[in-house]
């Protein structure tokens, strides 16, 4: 099969083309190689066909996508970013980038995608009040995290809520302007999908951690942060109270994910996209996963500073059975062995400043 990957050199593209020529299919990698992401021109996997350019670049597209049977849409900016004049970068790569992948995948009349989707979807993950069973709190307030309060209370009586693993039912809540352009995306996927009859699978990746994550980078996931704290010798600073609760999912169980579902969606309704969440199923806190980390690394142990910030959620922790069930997807990479791995790992480099 030959699925072009777009966003093909970044942290998790590079792992699905490797992943993907290993299958013995033909990834044609579509990426932009954005300085900010890319200062040191990344290696070019042998016999991969690599095209430089933009998924807004309407031409350049329209070439990538010649011969090509599916598609596996990696390309994004990540992150929360460093405040909200970061939008218009976002809703740019993000959303006319994917309505652009779209538009010309209509033309050459190709019909099957994998979409990057994200667990920040959901905004906050399930809770249950003892009281009031299934309920949804509201967005945090600032003045309830400057005094260290954390918790969201149960919205009817106040009491504390135990959070639980999330499914693909759940009503989406974007917090953020990334969790936003998120949504939007797969909102442009399906109405893609309705329009022509295409096929469409959304992989909702939780915390995606692994070798050749970036390195100091504001945009990078909070695992990453932490190893590139260890790396310069420094403590990982873990904001809140590090009770967060994640579920930290190794970049090769991602890969695998994308592998299955691009071997699937062809099976899957036309005119139709379905929604995976693709976790390990093993939920750890910040402050664990941050203890784990410098552990392996031998570095310094982590500082919990009570920091926060408003875009962050408190708990968010991914139900996958959907996607073991119906693809038959199963993660390889334990937490133990996983944050040994990347505590050794190499991380790319990002440009300074």
Not at 340 to 350: K, L, S
Request: with cysteine; hydrophobic share 45%; aromatic share 6%.
């Amino acid at each position: 099969m030959r699925v072009l990957v777009t966003g093909g050199a970044g942290f998790i593209g590079s792992h699905i083309v490797a992943a993907l020529a290993a299958l013995g299919h033909q990834p044609v990698v579509l990426d932009a190689l954005l300085p900010s992401a890319h200062p040191v021109p990344p290696s070019r996997p042998p016999g991969v066909e690599w095209i430089h350019a933009d998924v807004r670049d309407e031409a350049a597209v329209a070439g990538a996508l010649r011969g090509v049977d599916a598609v596996c849409h990696q390309a994004a900016m990540v992150g929360l970013g460093k405040d909200f004049a970061d939008a218009p970068a976002y809703v740019g790569c993000n959303d006319l980038g994917t309505a652009s992948l779209l538009a010309g995948m209509t033309a050459a009349g190709v019909r099957d995608l994998v979409l990057a989707g994200s667990m920040v979807v959901y905004g906050e993950g399930r809770y249950d009040c003892p009281a009031h069973g299934r309920v949804a709190p509201g967005p945090r307030a600032a003045a309830d995290l400057a005094a260290g309060r954390f918790e969201p209370g149960c919205p009817r009586c106040g009491a504390e809520l135990v959070p639980g693993l999330i499914g693909e039912e759940a009503a989406a809540d974007p917090r953020n302007v990334y969790a936003a352009t998120k949504l939007a995306q797969e909102h442009l996927a399906a109405a893609w999908a309705r329009a022509t009859g295409g096929r469409a699978v959304s992989l909702r990746y939780h915390n995606v951690y692994g070798p050749g994550m970036p390195r100091d980078t504001p945009y990078a996931g909070v695992a990453s942060l932490f190893r590139s704290s260890l790396a310069r010798g420094e403590a990982p600073r873990v904001f809140e109270d590090g009770g967060q609760r994640r579920d930290f999912v190794h970049v090769g169980d991602v890969a695998a994910a994308n592998a299955l579902a691009l071997a699937a969606v062809r099976e899957r309704e036309a005119g139709a996209l379905s929604a995976f969440n693709t976790g390990s199923g093993d939920p750890r806190t910040v402050g664990e996963m941050a203890a784990a980390l410098a552990a392996a690394h031998g570095g310094p142990g982590p500082v919990v500073t009570g920091e926060y910030r408003l875009g962050d959620v408190r708990h968010i922790t991914a139900s996958s059975r959907r996607l073991r069930a119906e693809l038959g997807w199963r993660p390889a990479v334990t937490f133990d062995a996983g944050m040994t791995e990347f505590a050794r790992a190499g991380q790319r480099p990002v440009a300074a400043g």
